[in-house]
């Protein structure tokens, strides 16, 4: 049966149409996708640590000012002096006691180890204190006075 080259459309379906499910279904196609791939170049970046825990650990860092230091050493400064677990504790609770809203800014030097910050992190939520901020410092700023 020989094909008609010049067949003319119904006069119903002239009209051009655009079906929109399908479109639909390729752009969810292409995003969950492109989700896929951002989310395995995410893990390529990440490095592989062993953290140290926490008994008291909590998802709400920040807030007030009791100042506690760390040195490269592992020891704990509070305001400036020297002070070991057992103090460090009392005198925390002393101001959890005296301002419910006491703010902690823990410090640490550079070589600090990353298990001796969290230890003195673990004494502050013992005492009572959620509201603990880590200070930072800008770039070229040099070294603590």
Do not use: W
């Not at 459309?9 to 479109?23: F, N």
């Not at 639909?24 to 640590?49: G, R």
């Not at 506690?68 to 002393?94: E, F, H, M, P, T």
């Not at 001796?116 to 004494?123: G, K, Q």
Request: glycine share 4%; proline share 6%.
């Amino acid at each position: 049966m020989p094909v008609k080259l010049d067949a003319k459309l119904p006069s119903d379906l002239a009209e051009a149409r655009i079906e929109i499910i399908p479109l639909i279904d390729i752009m969810f196609f292409l995003l969950a996708a492109f989700m896929l791939v951002s989310l395995s170049m995410v893990n390529l970046k990440t490095v592989k640590v062993n953290l140290p825990t926490a008994t008291s650990a909590m998802n709400e860092p920040k807030r007030d000012f009791v100042d506690i230091s760390v040195d490269k050493a592992g020891s704990a400064y509070l305001n400036k002096r020297a002070v070991d677990d057992n103090q460090l504790i009392g005198a925390l609770a002393g101001f959890q006691k005296a301002n419910p809203d006491v703010r902690i800014i823990i410090s640490a030097d550079t070589e600090a180890r990353h298990g001796d910050v969290i230890h003195v992190l673990d004494l502050v939520r013992l005492a009572g204190i959620d509201k603990v901020a880590f200070e930072i410092r800008q770039p070229g700023n040099g070294a603590t006075p």
